[in-house]
């Protein structure tokens, strides 16, 4: 499985410098089926990061093969490594070094590789923790991207009128919009079929056998209240 990571940003109640802002939405996206996996959003501190990346690791724990790409944020790889990292143990003398679980890759994409500044450039595509030996290096340079994710991001501005980058419209508060999001997750993942794959995310990623509609979703709620 293949998640892409990506955050957008807009702005809650009032207008504040962006690091005060609680608009921050972190997403991951499976790239195959295109079932969001988190959509989540808050301040832009590491609890709404590790949030996401527990998420995550629950996802590892199922499939046991996983690569997460990102467009150059560095804390997804970093509190991911925190929560899912094992010891390698070599039977050489030392303190054993800490790696990813076998089967989790990470790739960052460095948007500042390219720059003109002297000195060392860095690396374009970067694995910026270390990773398990046994772990399959099968993900090519040109699948290092986040296009897919950056083209759900277009959705989300013009379905939700809070993200919107040429209008002044804020969130009324956090509650609100995380409420606005969620109702997206659910249409987004369970009800529409998305216009490339043809089919319902969660019908192709096999959470569902067969595509539901949203009146099927407002019966069992209705059912369970």
């Known amino acids: 499985m293949v998640i892409e ?15 005060e802002s609680e608009g921050w939405t972190i997403a991951l996206m499976d790239r195959a089926s295109r079932f969001i996996w988190e959509l989540t959003c808050d301040k832009k501190e590491e609890a709404l990061f590790l949030e996401a990346m527990e998420q995550l690791v629950e996802v590892i724990e199922r499939t046991g093969d996983l690569t997460l790409v990102t467009d150059g ?4 790889s970093a509190l991911l490594f925190e929560i899912c990292h ?27 590789s ?5 000195g060392p450039k860095k690396e374009k595509y970067q694995a910026p923790k270390p990773e398990h030996p046994d772990t399959k290096q099968n993900i090519e340079h040109a699948d290092i991207h986040a296009n897919h994710k950056e083209a759900q991001n277009a959705a989300y501005r013009h379905k939700n009128s809070a993200y919107r980058r040429k209008t002044n419209t804020y ?3 956090k509650k609100g919009l995380q ?11 369970f009800v529409r079929k998305h216009f490339i794959t043809r089919e319902v995310p969660a019908v192709k990623i ?12 407002m ?5 369970v209240s």
């Open 179 to 189: 409420r606005t999001l969620d109702l997206y997750w659910v249409i987004h993942n």
């Open 206 to 217: 096999g959470i569902l056998n067969s595509e539901i509609t949203l009146e099927d979703i």
């Open 219 to 223: 019966t069992q709620v209705e059912l």
């Open 73 to 76: 944020e560095r804390r997804y």
């Open 114 to 118: 390219q720059s003109s500044k002297p």
């Open 5 to 19: 990571g990506d955050e957008l940003y807009t702005k809650v109640n009032k207008n504040v410098p962006p690091s």
């Open 86 to 112: 094992e010891l390698l143990r070599t039977g050489k003398r030392g303190k054993p070094k800490k790696v990813l679980k076998s089967g989790v890759k990470i790739r960052l994409k460095n948007k500042g």
């Open 171 to 173: 969130a009324k508060c």
